[in-house]
């Protein structure tokens, strides 16, 4: 059954702005750190950004840095992904992540939204 929800995908062109939101189906986001993903058709799913359990930590891929936020909501039980200055390229699904732990340096993600597509018109 669906884990997380997520919305806001569609097409804006280049240079644009397109804000992502991340909802759990029937559960808490509190306790997790949170991330985003993106996958483009015969490439692997790369790393987009993540955020603490509080908030107070973000990382973000170099690809993307400067240009989106990462933030979260835990009294609304929400985390969005706001992408600015977005570039053309090939049309990839993004996809929320929750995480409960990291093990010998590498983080689990334990639960995944189905993905919303953004497609970047020239």
């Known amino acids: 059954q669906v884990q997380l929800v997520e919305s806001g995908g569609g097409l804006v062109q280049s240079g644009g702005s397109l804000r992502l939101s991340c909802a759990p189906s029937?559960?808490?986001?509190?306790?997790?750190?949170m991330g985003w993903f993106r996958q483009a058709p015969g490439k692997e799913r790369e790393f987009v950004a993540r955020?603490?359990?509080?908030?107070?930590?973000?990382v973000y891929a170099d690809s993307v840095k400067g240009r989106f936020t990462i933030s979260r909501d835990n009294a609304k039980n929400t985390v969005d992904l706001q992408m600015n200055s977005l570039k053309p390229g090939v049309t990839a699904v993004y996809y929320c992540?929750?995480?409960?732990?990291?093990?010998?340096?590498?983080?689990?993600?334990?639960?995944w939204g189905q993905g919303t597509q953004v497609t970047v018109s020239s």
């Open positions: 992540a929750a995480s409960s732990t990291v093990v010998g340096g590498t983080r689990n993600w334990d639960y």
């Open positions: 955020i603490s359990w509080s908030g107070g930590t973000t």
């Open positions: 029937g559960w808490i986001l509190s306790s997790y750190a």
